[in-house]
């Protein structure tokens, strides 16, 4: 991943976290990575932990960012899951949500769309 990129997808989970914290959830975690991949951000509201994928855009030359979460994608965050679970413990009910952040070009929030139970 470039420089840009991956600067441009750390303020993109920057956003989704405070976005998350200020609607009432906890953050448990942030880059769960093993040797299969990396969840972006774990998060518990109530009784339900969310695994959460941030999707950050700077435009529309890619699409939406949310078409960006293809089966292949869901299928490996739910491996992931699995892995966070064992690993961290099990509390009540779990879920997969997808945040898109749209950016413009300075950096600043367009708009942060928060799809839950995405797949």
Known sequence: M??????????????????LEKNGYRIRTRSFRTKTGEID??????????FIEVKTRTGHSYGEAIESVTNRKASRLRNLAAEYLSVAGFRGEIRFDVICVSLDRSGNVLRIEHIENAF
Do not use: H, P, R
């Not at 441009?8 to 976005?19: I, Q």
């Not at 951000?41 to 969310?50: H, Q």
């Open 2 to 19: 470039t420089s840009n990129k991956k600067s441009t997808g750390n303020l993109g989970e920057d956003v989704a976290c405070a976005f």
């Open 41 to 50: 951000v774990v998060a518990e509201k109530g009784n339900t932990t969310a």
